[in-house]
C-alpha cells in the first residue's frame, strides 16, 4: 500500500517537474520588488513602482523578455527596513520570483543587498545613491543613479562661480543624506567656502524652528540641506515663517518633484533642487516613456519614476543579452553594459558603481522646474540671488 | 536667539497642552489610555484639508465642523468599542485603543492615499524686532487657548463638568448620587476626541497632512499628561508649554537630533522622582 502511495507520489512529482514544455515557455517571468508606498517614502516608492510599471508595459508590448510575458510582483514596506527585509525574503523563498528589483531609497537598499547576495539574485537598484553600498564587495548589485556624494555639486559650483564664501548643511540623519552631506561638504571645502554650521535632525522630524534660528544667527550666504520629501516642504514652508534669508537655498531629494510645488505654491519659488533627470534634458527615449508614462497615470513623472523606468529597461537588456535569467550570466553582461537610456546613461565599473550617469540642478521659477546646471544641460538662467521673504 | 526659541517653544506648547488636555480627560474619567488620540488629531487635520480643498472654507472656521464631527466619531467609538473594556484591565484598553488606532491611519491611507497635503493658508510671518512669530502658529495657539480655556470653564462651572469631575474623582460616590456614569464616559470620550480634533485643523494650517501625522501627537500627549500628573487638568496647560520649551531649548543648545530623547529621559526622571507629575497630580 506504502509503495504504491510513494510511486504515485514520485510519479506525479515527476510529472509535475517535466511539465508539458510549451506552457512552462509561456509562465511569465515575475520581477519581485518591495517599494515604500506608505510612510516617509511613500511619493518617491509611488513614482519608482510607477517608472517599473511603465517599462513592465513596454517590454510586453514589444513581445516581452525571451518571449515570456514579464510581470512585476509587488508589495508596500511601508518606508521601513525590517519590512522591506522580510518582503525580498518571501518573494525570494515563497513567491519564487525570477529576478527582484530594487527597493527606493539607499538605507532599505543597504538592508535587503544581502539577502539578493545571499539567494545570487541580481538587484538592479535604481534608487539607491550612497557609494557604500556598491563598496562591500557584493556581487550582484548594481547602480543606476549617480551618488549622493555629487548630488550638490552644482550648487556648490554654482555659488563658488558667484562669489559666495559661507555655507550651512543640514541633513536627515540616515544613509543616504548624511553621505550626500559628506560630499557636499568635501565639494564646498574644495571650492573655498566656508562652513559655518553642520548639523543633523532625525528622520520624520517636523519641527525645525531651533534648527533655523540657529542657521539664521550663524548667516550663511548658501543653505544646503540634504532631505528627502516631507522635510524638504516643512523646513522651505518655516524658513519663510521665521524669515530665514540665505542668497541661494537647495535641497536634495523632494525638491525636484511636482508635488513640492503643489504643496508649497510661491513659497517653493526660487528653491533650488538636485534632480538626477528632467523631462526636458536630450536623452533618447524621452517622448515615448513621458507617452506612456503621462497616458497611464495621468500625472507628469519624477526622477524615480525615469530611474525606476530605466533600471528595468537596463535589466532587461542584460538579459537579453544573456539569453537567460541566470544571475551570473546577467551580471557579465550588467557588468560590460553600456546604454543611453530616457534617463541618461548607464555604466559600471567592476563593482556595479554607476560611472556614467550625470546630475543636475533644477530652480523653480513660476511654477516651472528650470534646469540651471551644467550649463550645456540647462534650459534656463538661474534667478539669483533668493530675494528675502518679504520683499516678494 | 534664545528669544526666538523661546517662542516657538510656547507657540508648540500651548497647542501640546490643548492636545493632551483631550487626552488627559479621557484618562482621568475612565482610566483609558488612548493611544488613538493622535489618529483622531489626524482626522481632524483632514476635516480642515477636505473643507478647504472644496469649500475653500477658512481653516480656522472649520474648527465648527471637526470638532462636533469628531465629538461625534469620538463618542461613537465610546459606545461601540472602548465602553467594553473601561474594568478591564490595562493591557486590553491599551491594545483595544490600539487597534483602533492602526484601523483609523489604515482607513484614512485607503480613503485619502498616502499622498502629503497641505493647507496653503496664512503662510509667513509677523516680524517683530529681531522676532518672527509664524502667523499661522501664533493664530493656533490663541485658539488652543481660547479652547482651553473654554474647556476650563465648562469643568469648572456647568453642572455637567462638574459631573465629569466627580466622575473622575470617584466613579462610585458619582453613581451613587445620581450621575449616569455611562452617559458621563460617552460625552468625556466625545470632548476629549472633539480637542484632538481641534488640534487636527490647527496643525493642517502648519504641518504636511498625511495618514500617519497623528502618532506622533500621541506620543507627546502622553509625555504632556505625565509632566503635568495624569488626571490633572491643570497640570497638562503646564507640561505642554515645558514639553515645547524642552524640545526647542535641546534644539538649540544641543541638536535638533536628540530633542525627543532629552524629552523621553525627562520623562522617566519625572517617573522616578514624582510619579505624580510635576504639580501634584490624583492619587489613584
Redesign the interface.
Do not use: H, I, W
Given at each position: 500500500m506504502s509503495i504504491l502511495l510513494w510511486s504515485l507520489a514520485g510519479a506525479l512529482a515527476l510529472g509535475w517537474s517535466l511539465g508539458p514544455a510549451p506552457a512552462h515557455a509561456q509562465a511569465p517571468i515575475k520581477i519581485g520588488a518591495s517599494l515604500s508606498l506608505t510612510g516617509t517614502y511613500a511619493k518617491p516608492g509611488t513614482y519608482q513602482k510607477e517608472g517599473y510599471e511603465v517599462c513592465a508595459d513596454e517590454l510586453n508590448a514589444k513581445g516581452g523578455l525571451l518571449g515570456r510575458k514579464v510581470e512585476f510582483v509587488m508589495y508596500d514596506d511601508q518606508s521601513s527596513t525590517q519590512t522591506a527585509q522580510r518582503l525580498y525574503e518571501k518573494l525570494i523563498t515563497e513567491d519564487k520570483v525570477d529576478a527582484v528589483m530594487g527597493p527606493y531609497s539607499s538605507g532599505i537598499t543597504e538592508s535587503v543587498a544581502g539577502i539578493s547576495e545571499k539567494y545570487k539574485k541580481v538587484l538592479v537598484s535604481p534608487l539607491a545613491a550612497t557609494t557604500s553600498i556598491f563598496r562591500q564587495g557584493r556581487k550582484y548589485i548594481f547602480m543606476v543613479i549617480s551618488p549622493a556624494e555629487v548630488y550638490l555639486e552644482g550648487f556648490v559650483d554654482m555659488a563658488a562661480k558667484r562669489g559666495l564664501k559661507t555655507i550651512a548643511v543640514v541633513n536627515e540623519d540616515t544613509l543616504f543624506p548624511k553621505a550626500s552631506t559628506a560630499g557636499t561638504v568635501e565639494l564646498a571645502k574644495k571650492r573655498g567656502l566656508q562652513i559655518v554650521l553642520q548639523e543633523s535632525y532625525p528622520k520624520g522630524n517636523t519641527d525645525f524652528s531651533a534648527l533655523l534660528v540657529k542657521i539664521k544667527a550663524a548667516n550663511p550666504d548658501i543653505i544646503a540641506a540634504a532631505t528627502y520629501f516631507d522635510d524638504a516642504v516643512a523646513i522651505t514652508r518655516q524658513m519663510r515663517e521665521l524669515n530665514v534669508n540665505p542668497k541661494m537655498f537647495a535641497v536634495t531629494v523632494g525638491g525636484d518633484i511636482p508635488e513640492f510645488y503643489t504643496l508649497l505654491k510661491t513659497n517653493g519659488e526660487y528653491v533650488y533642487g538636485a534632480t538626477q533627470w528632467d523631462e526636458a534634458l536630450p536623452y533618447p527615449g524621452q517622448k515615448e516613456f513621458l507617452g506612456a508614462y503621462t497616458k497611464k497615470f495621468k500625472h507628469e513623472p519624477s526622477y524615480h519614476a525615469a530611474a525606476g523606468y530605466a533600471g528595468c529597461l537596463i535589466y532587461a537588456e542584460a538579459v537579453k543579452r544573456a539569453k537567460s535569467l541566470d544571475a551570473d550570466l546577467v551580471r557579465t553582461e550588467l557588468l560590460k553594459l553600456k546604454m543611453r537610456t530616457a534617463f541618461g546613461d548607464y555604466a559600471v565599473d567592476q563593482d556595479g558603481f554607476q560611472t556614467a550617469h550625470k546630475m543636475v540642478m533644477i530652480q523653480w521659477q513660476d511654477g516651472k522646474r528650470i534646469v540651471v546646471w551644467p550649463d550645456d544641460l540647462a534650459n534656463g538662467k538661474p534667478r539669483f540671488p533668493t530675494p528675502p521673504w518679504n520683499q516678494r | 536667539?534664545l528669544g526666538?526659541?523661546v517662542i516657538?517653544g510656547l507657540l508648540?506648547g500651548a497647542l501640546y497642552s490643548m492636545v493632551a488636555l483631550g487626552l488627559g480627560l479621557i484618562f482621568g474619567v475612565m482610566r483609558v489610555l488612548n493611544v488613538s488620540h493622535g489618529p483622531l488629531l489626524m482626522l481632524g487635520a483632514y476635516t480642515t484639508f477636505w473643507l478647504f480643498q472644496w469649500l475653500g472654507l477658512n481653516p480656522y472656521v472649520s474648527l465648527v465642523v471637526s470638532m462636533p464631527l469628531l465629538f461625534m466619531v469620538g463618542m461613537g467609538l465610546q459606545r461601540l468599542f472602548v465602553r467594553r473594556v473601561v474594568d478591564a484591565p490595562e493591557l486590553s484598553t491599551l491594545l483595544l485603543t490600539f487597534g483602533i488606532s492602526i484601523a483609523l491611519v489604515n482607513l484614512a491611507?485607503l480613503a485619502f492615499t498616502?499622498?502629503?497635503?497641505?493647507v496653503?493658508f496664512l503662510?509667513?510671518?509677523f516680524?517683530v524686532g529681531p522676532f518672527?512669530f509664524?502667523?499661522?502658529?501664533v493664530i493656533a495657539c490663541a485658539f488652543a487657548i481660547v479652547i482651553t480655556m473654554a474647556a476650563f470653564v465648562f469643568l469648572k462651572t456647568t453642572r455637567l463638568g462638574k459631573a465629569i469631575r466627580a466622575v473622575s474623582q470617584s466613579r462610585e460616590v458619582a453613581q451613587v448620587c445620581g450621575i449616569d456614569v455611562g452617559r458621563i464616559h460617552m460625552l468625556a470620550f466625545g470632548i476629549g476626541s472633539a480637542l484632538a480634533a481641534a488640534g487636527g485643523t490647527l496643525v493642517a494650517v502648519m504641518?504636511?497632512i498625511?495618514?500617519?501625522m497623528g502618532q506622533?501627537y500621541t506620543f507627546k500627549s502622553f509625555l504632556v499628561i505625565v509632566l503635568g500628573g495624569a488626571g490633572n487638568y491643570p497640570g497638562a496647560l503646564l507640561g505642554g508649554l515645558l514639553l515645547g520649551l524642552i524640545?526647542?531649548?535641546s534644539?538649540?543648545f544641543l541638536?535638533?537630533?536628540i530633542?525627543?530623547a532629552v524629552a523621553y529621559v525627562l520623562l522617566v526622571l519625572v517617573l522616578l522622582v514624582r510619579p505624580t507629575g510635576l504639580l501634584k497630580g490624583r492619587a489613584s
Open positions: - | 536667539m526666538q526659541v516657538s508648540a491611507q498616502a499622498d502629503l497635503r497641505s496653503e503662510t509667513g510671518s516680524v518672527a509664524s502667523k499661522s502658529r504641518v504636511a498625511q495618514p500617519e506622533v524640545e526647542q531649548m534644539s538649540l541638536t535638533t537630533q530633542n525627543e
